[in-house]
T-cell receptor, first 112, second 115 residues
Framework: KQEVTQIPAALSVPEGENLVLNCSFTDSAIYNLQWFRQDPGKGLTSLLLIQSSQREQTSGRLNASLDKSSGRSTLYIAASQPGDSATYLCAVNLDSNYQLIWGAGTKLIIKP | DADVTQTPRNRITKTGKRIMLECSQTKGHDRMYWYRQDPGLGLRLIYYSFDVKDINKGEISDGYSVSRQAQAKFSLSLESAIPNQTALYFC??????????????FGEGSRLTVL
């Protein structure tokens, strides 16, 4: 059974630092992996989607990597800002349909 | 206006009451989903629908029912609410014809408290 783990559950860093959020999964047979951002009262926003054949995706200050063989993905945030404070969730897609398996998230706080 | 709209956004009810959470979307997507989120846990799939005539149970469907009234509308019902159904509920849509497979678009969530 596929399980997705995000460690740490919470992280607090000073503004301006580069940081890495981790996501691990137990079964390497995935279709793709997504990173989402969750803001209180505003739902979830898709940040990056990495197909199983890809190694990384970039969007602005965000870079997500995927290593299927080791069952790991990382979300790199460069030059963090207080507006980056949110909960970051990763989800593994088992096929092209609905089978998303979610991590519990990492709550990130960027201190001014 | 949001592409995926959930109502109500917040609801407090009592044990045994019937509750309906509604979701409507303007994205024109065929696929719609209901998830619940509990503190410290990832999202879990309750029901999903790939078109108006297609309804499927997800991981945790017991105690819930759904109705796909139209392509744009997907409702979640709790026939007799119980306290452990207190959670944050999300509706989501997707359409592999227009986006990446598995790419989801979420509503803002409905926070339900059952006393």
């Amino acid at each position: 059974k596929q399980e997705v783990t995000q460690i740490p559950a919470a992280l607090s860093v000073p503004e301006g630092e580069n940081l890495v959020l981790n996501c691990s999964f137990t079964d390497s047979a995935i279709y793709n992996l997504q990173w989402f951002r969750q803001d209180p009262g505003k739902g979830l926003t898709s940040l990056l989607l990495i197909q199983s054949s890809q190694r990384e995706q970039t969007s602005g200050r965000l870079n997500a990597s995927l290593d299927k063989s080791s069952g790991r993905s990382t979300l790199y945030i460069a030059a963090s800002q207080p507006g980056d404070s949110a909960t970051y969730l990763c989800a593994v897609n088992l096929d092209s349909n609905y089978q998303l398996i979610w991590g519990a998230g990492t709550k990130l706080i960027i201190k001014p | 206006d949001a592409d995926v709209t959930q109502t109500p956004r917040n609801r407090i009810t009592k044990t045994g009451k019937r509750i309906m959470l509604e979701c409507s979307q303007t994205k024109g997507h065929d696929r719609m989903y209901w998830y619940r989120q509990d503190p410290g846990l990832g999202l879990r799939l309750i029901y999903y629908s790939f078109d108006v005539k297609d309804i499927n149970k997800g991981e945790i469907s017991d105690g819930y029912s759904v109705s796909r009234q139209a392509q744009a509308k997907f409702s979640l019902s709790l026939e007799s609410a119980i306290p452990n159904q207190t959670a944050l509920y999300f509706c989501a849509t997707s359409d592999p014809r227009t986006g990446l497979p598995g790419e989801l678009f979420f509503g803002e969530g409905s926070r339900l408290t059952v006393l």
